[in-house]
């Protein structure tokens, strides 16, 4: 119950506040703060704001599940983001996941630069009981990506997961070794649009945007994981990137083990952020 | 870029005299929001902007500087003053000297980690790499692989060693292997997770490192400082190492920490590779967080 006479100054300025510590940034902030004052809810500043961006949340179809390259064809993953930010990782959770709906699983250990990124991947495989593609380290990604399609499409594979090595988004020669290895995919099964996953850390500030806005320029994103949300961070960038790229989030890391991997809630993001 | 932002708010009038308090105003929110944007903590952001503002108001606009200028060379200054603080040599006592890396998941240890170990060797000592991560799936392969190509000695216990008793071996295997540096790769473990920073205290009591360093992602946001708080209330640690600091990701986490405890960056992570490693210097953080 707020006091007599509406919400106080005080009272936008704290709701501000909250955003901002939950990594939403100063610019958005504002804004949404600055809506929800003219909105219907204007004197209820909580409500008001999480409506507020609650609207900037990309439209998602209710249930989502990989779309087959075509009849008889795998459904292509590309995993995707800067280092350290928890690809493999989904990549395993996701295998357990898709297995357990019944369908056959193959990964393609693309990551073939990082140290022992082959080796962590197929522990992965066999914790979630799936196959592997992978070459030497240090082979070209694309031609790890090139196999694995043969490989999905010759053993009737459901789903084909691609594990790609972290890269900063504004190392150009690594973004372009990301686009060649899309152009693989997209030259070997022309109707796969494959649902390209931009894997993002919880714990990213302001730059999250950066990130998000080069990957999709490069190879077009379809829809983000958030991981590490089981830490103290709330993901706040998160709005700024679904308002401006209108990609959704799909999925949510909450732990390091093989079942910690649940569907995005909108609502519950947004509660969240207030908790 | 700050500079440019206050241009375009206080004009590019040079010698004005004193900066009036209606263009304090409007400076302070344009510092204000370039540190949030830079992702130093907001609280933080409110004590700088403060401290500035008391510094601004009234300061005598050089006849070399526009109003504008003036602000940004006070920001400067404060920004280099919080980043020099604290003690930024790198030691080394001890027999072996232990260093042991600590931090979230994925802010870079393992790589930082053999990234010393080059330092150190270059330094003319022998560093003995531990691989105390036994939860993530090749931790200790790519902590080996790394050792590998850079021909320093890396140590493993047996699978199922619990995490003190590895870092215990480590410190005895350096012994018979003469190695006077150990390095003590831990695993990434979230803040809230009471086992593993009871976990992380425990080896600190049993090694007591020299060093312990708080590894912290450069694109690290608003949750900063009150990681670095905890792993300081776990551990005795004594500077960070900010990593990825090769993207642009402006680095406002270091600032945010450095400010509220104190602890000074000891060490910048600019790239991948093993030899991707440079000893702190504030002005370069400090311009980066101007734009
Ligand atoms: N707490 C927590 N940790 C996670 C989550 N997802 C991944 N991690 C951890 O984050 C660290 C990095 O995970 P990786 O899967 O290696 O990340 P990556 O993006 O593949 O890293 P690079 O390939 O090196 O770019 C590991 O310690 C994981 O266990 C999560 O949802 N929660
Ligand atoms: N560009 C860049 N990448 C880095 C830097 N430091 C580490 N990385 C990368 O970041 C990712 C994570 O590094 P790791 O060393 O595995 O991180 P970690 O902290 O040991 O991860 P966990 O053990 O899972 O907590 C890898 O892809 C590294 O190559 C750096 O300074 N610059
Ligand atoms: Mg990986
Ligand atoms: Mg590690």
Redesign the pocket.
Same mark, same amino acid.
């Given at each position: 119950i707020l006091g007599v006479g509406g919400p106080s100054e005080a009272d936008w300025e704290e709701v501000e506040e909250t955003l901002i510590a939950g990594d939403v940034g100063a610019a958005l902030a504002m804004a949404v703060v600055e809506r929800a004052r003219r909105s219907r809810d204007g004197d209820d500043p909580v409500a008001a704001v999480r409506r507020e961006l609650a609207a900037l949340l990309a439209s998602r179809e209710g249930d989502w599940h990989p779309r087959p390259a075509g009849p008889g064809l795998p459904a292509v993953i590309l995993?995707v983001?800067?280092? !350290?930010?928890?690809? @493999? @990782? @989904?990549? !395993?959770?996701l295998a357990a996941r898709y297995r357990g709906e019944g369908r056959t699983v193959l990964l393609a250990a693309a $990551?073939t630069f990082?140290a022992a990124?082959i080796e962590?991947l197929q522990a992965?495989a066999t914790r979630a009981g799936v196959a592997v593609v992978a070459h030497a380290p240090g082979a070209d990604p694309a031609a790890v990506v090139f196999d694995a399609v043969d490989a999905a499409v010759a053993r009737h594979s459901d789903v084909l997961i691609a594990? @790609?090595?972290?890269?900063l988004h504004t190392k150009v020669n690594l973004m372009d070794e990301l686009t060649k290895v899309r152009r693989i995919i997209d030259r070997r099964l022309p109707d796969a649009a494959p649902e390209t996953l931009f894997?993002l $850390?919880?714990t990213t500030g302001q730059n999250g945007l950066a990130q998000a806005r080069a990957f999709h320029e490069a190879i077009g994103l379809t829809g983000i994981v958030l991981?590490?949300? $089981?830490?103290t961070a709330k993901g706040g960038i998160v709005f700024a990137i679904e308002d401006a790229l209108k990609v959704p989030v799909r999925f949510? !890391?909450? !732990?390091?083990k093989v079942g $910690?991997?649940i569907p995005f809630d909108p609502d519950a993001f947004v509660a969240a952020l207030f908790a | 870029t700050l500079s440019e932002r206050l241009r375009q708010t206080l004009g590019a009038l040079t010698g004005r005299g004193r900066v009036s308090e209606a263009d304090v105003d409007a400076a302070m929110r344009e510092v204000r929001l370039a540190l949030l944007e830079a992702d130093v903590n907001f609280k933080v952001v409110r004590d700088f902007v403060a401290r500035v503002r008391e510094r601004a108001v009234g300061a005598e606009v050089l006849a070399s500087l526009t109003a504008g200028q003036q602000v940004v060379k006070i920001v400067h200054e404060e920004l280099i003053s919080l980043l020099a603080a604290g003690d930024r040599t790198f030691h080394l006592s001890g027999s072996p000297a232990v260093i042991a890396l600590v931090g =979230?998941? /994925?802010s870079g240890k393992t790589t930082s980690s053999a990234k010393l170990a080059r330092h150190i060797t270059k330094l003319g000592r022998r560093p003995l790499l531990v691989a105390a991560?036994p939860? %993530?799936?090749a931790?200790a392969d790519q902590l080996q692989t790394l050792g590998k190509s850079l021909d320093i000695p890396v140590f493993r216990a047996p699978a199922g060693t619990p995490v003190v008793e590895i870092a215990r071996q480590g410190m005895e295997a350096a012994r018979r292997q003469t190695r006077d540096v150990v390095i003590l790769d831990t695993? /990434? %473990? =979230?803040t809230v997770?009471e086992a593993l920073m009871a976990e992380i205290a425990a080896v600190a009591s049993a090694v007591k490192p020299i060093e312990t360093l708080l590894v912290v992602d450069a694109m690290t946001g608003q949750e900063s400082v009150t990681v670095a708080q905890a792993f300081a209330a776990a551990v005795p640690v004594t500077g960070l190492v900010l990593t990825k600091i090769d993207g642009d990701a402006r680095g406002g986490a270091a600032l945010s920490i450095s400010a509220v405890t104190g602890l000074p960056v000891k060490f910048m992570g600019t790239g991948e590779k093993t030899d991707a490693l440079e000893v702190f210097h504030p002005d370069r953080l400090a311009g980066r967080m101007l734009g």
């Amino acid at each position: 119950i707020l006091g007599v006479g509406g919400p106080s100054e005080a009272d936008w300025e704290e709701v501000e506040e909250t955003l901002i510590a939950g990594d939403v940034g100063a610019a958005l902030a504002m804004a949404v703060v600055e809506r929800a004052r003219r909105s219907r809810d204007g004197d209820d500043p909580v409500a008001a704001v999480r409506r507020e961006l609650a609207a900037l949340l990309a439209s998602r179809e209710g249930d989502w599940h990989p779309r087959p390259a075509g009849p008889g064809l795998p459904a292509v993953i590309l995993v995707v983001g800067v280092n !350290g930010t928890g690809k @493999t @990782t @989904t990549i !395993g959770k996701l295998a357990a996941r898709y297995r357990g709906e019944g369908r056959t699983v193959l990964l393609a250990a693309a $990551d073939t630069f990082r140290a022992a990124a082959i080796e962590q991947l197929q522990a992965w495989a066999t914790r979630a009981g799936v196959a592997v593609v992978a070459h030497a380290p240090g082979a070209d990604p694309a031609a790890v990506v090139f196999d694995a399609v043969d490989a999905a499409v010759a053993r009737h594979s459901d789903v084909l997961i691609a594990d @790609t090595a972290g890269r900063l988004h504004t190392k150009v020669n690594l973004m372009d070794e990301l686009t060649k290895v899309r152009r693989i995919i997209d030259r070997r099964l022309p109707d796969a649009a494959p649902e390209t996953l931009f894997v993002l $850390d919880a714990t990213t500030g302001q730059n999250g945007l950066a990130q998000a806005r080069a990957f999709h320029e490069a190879i077009g994103l379809t829809g983000i994981v958030l991981t590490k949300l $089981d830490s103290t961070a709330k993901g706040g960038i998160v709005f700024a990137i679904e308002d401006a790229l209108k990609v959704p989030v799909r999925f949510v !890391g909450v !732990g390091e083990k093989v079942g $910690d991997l649940i569907p995005f809630d909108p609502d519950a993001f947004v509660a969240a952020l207030f908790a | 870029t700050l500079s440019e932002r206050l241009r375009q708010t206080l004009g590019a009038l040079t010698g004005r005299g004193r900066v009036s308090e209606a263009d304090v105003d409007a400076a302070m929110r344009e510092v204000r929001l370039a540190l949030l944007e830079a992702d130093v903590n907001f609280k933080v952001v409110r004590d700088f902007v403060a401290r500035v503002r008391e510094r601004a108001v009234g300061a005598e606009v050089l006849a070399s500087l526009t109003a504008g200028q003036q602000v940004v060379k006070i920001v400067h200054e404060e920004l280099i003053s919080l980043l020099a603080a604290g003690d930024r040599t790198f030691h080394l006592s001890g027999s072996p000297a232990v260093i042991a890396l600590v931090g =979230l998941q /994925g802010s870079g240890k393992t790589t930082s980690s053999a990234k010393l170990a080059r330092h150190i060797t270059k330094l003319g000592r022998r560093p003995l790499l531990v691989a105390a991560d036994p939860y %993530r799936p090749a931790a200790a392969d790519q902590l080996q692989t790394l050792g590998k190509s850079l021909d320093i000695p890396v140590f493993r216990a047996p699978a199922g060693t619990p995490v003190v008793e590895i870092a215990r071996q480590g410190m005895e295997a350096a012994r018979r292997q003469t190695r006077d540096v150990v390095i003590l790769d831990t695993a /990434g %473990r =979230l803040t809230v997770d009471e086992a593993l920073m009871a976990e992380i205290a425990a080896v600190a009591s049993a090694v007591k490192p020299i060093e312990t360093l708080l590894v912290v992602d450069a694109m690290t946001g608003q949750e900063s400082v009150t990681v670095a708080q905890a792993f300081a209330a776990a551990v005795p640690v004594t500077g960070l190492v900010l990593t990825k600091i090769d993207g642009d990701a402006r680095g406002g986490a270091a600032l945010s920490i450095s400010a509220v405890t104190g602890l000074p960056v000891k060490f910048m992570g600019t790239g991948e590779k093993t030899d991707a490693l440079e000893v702190f210097h504030p002005d370069r953080l400090a311009g980066r967080m101007l734009g």
